[in-house]
Nanobody, 121 residues
Framework: QVQLVESGGGLVQPGGSLRLSCSAS????????MGWYRQVPGKQRDLVAS???????VYVDAVRGRFTIARDNAKNAVYLHMNSLQPEDTAVYYC???????????????WGQGTQVTVSS
């Protein structure tokens, strides 16, 4: 069974920084696009940033210049470095990955369990 395990959330003051980590475990052939999404109560889950296997990155406007997404293919991991955090960044952050189980199968969508990020003084 393939799983995404996240860590790194917590409480931080406005202007502070956090780093989220997410690692894929289990048996699989490859990982495609990996990304981070966030969700606040009562709203849909929205993309924050994504990165493909060629390290091409996409950011939403709200975080561009403050957040950096990175991946380590050798560790099957993706990271989100968050700087200049603001109260509006408060949300549950979810890791996402496109997973290919074997060479002759397509990709399926996998989610982590979520980690809370709270920005407050």
């Amino acid at each position: 069974q393939v799983q995404l395990v996240e860590s790194g959330g917590g409480l931080v003051q406005p202007g502070g920084s956090l780093r989220l980590s997410c690692s894929a475990s289990g048996s699989f052939f490859s990982l495609g696009v990996m990304g981070w999404y966030r969700q606040v109560p009562g709203k849909q889950r929205d993309l924050v940033a994504s990165i493909n296997s060629r390290y091409q990155r996409v950011y939403v406007d709200a975080v561009r210049g403050r957040f950096t997404i990175a991946r380590d293919n050798a560790k099957n991991a993706v990271y989100l470095h968050m700087n200049s955090l603001q109260p509006e960044d408060t949300a549950v952050y979810y890791c996402n990955a496109d997973v290919q189980k074997s060479l002759d199968t397509g990709y399926f969508d996998l989610w982590g369990q979520g980690t809370q990020v709270t920005v407050s003084s």
